[in-house]
Nanobody, 127 residues
Framework: QVQLVESGGGSVQAGGSLRVSCVDS????????MGWFRQAPGKEREGVAA????????AYRDSVKGRFTISQDNAKNTVYLQMNSLKPEDTAMYYC????????????????????WGQGTQVTVSS
């Protein structure tokens, strides 16, 4: 059973940076695709970034392109989301997700594509 644990959230002023991490604490196989999602109060969960097959494919939602970077360290069973130039609208609970199978590109940022989920880490950006 895959267990995902996020860390690294916190509070930062607009323009600042944060890096959130997600580790599979019961690693038994390499999840083929990992994604970061976020959900703000009263809003639907949305895909932020995803990475598949050791970094061979990545996807980002338009609003974070050029500011966020997803990366993966297979040796540490960890996926990272580096967030720069943060904006108040980035405030949300950030969730890590994993899927053991491959995903088509158009599915990478779709929450229902992923089988396993972490509990989330809060990111708050103040203006």
């Amino acid at each position: 059973q895959v267990q995902l644990v996020e860390s690294g959230g916190g509070s930062v002023q607009a323009g600042g940076s944060l890096r959130v991490s997600c580790v599979d604490s019961r690693y038994t196989y390499s999840s083929n695709c990992m994604g970061w999602f976020r959900q703000a109060p009263g809003k639907e969960r949305e895909g932020v970034a995803a990475i598949c097959a050791g970094g061979g494919r990545t996807a980002y939602r338009d609003s974070v392109k050029g500011r966020f970077t997803i990366s993966q360290d297979n040796a540490k069973n960890t996926v990272y989301l580096q967030m720069n130039s943060l904006k108040p609208e980035d405030t949300a609970m950030y969730y890590c997700a994993a899927n053991p199978g491959t995903l088509l590109l158009f599915r990478l940022l779709v929450p229902s594509s992923y089988r396993y989920w972490g509990q989330g880490t809060q990111v708050t950006v103040s203006s």
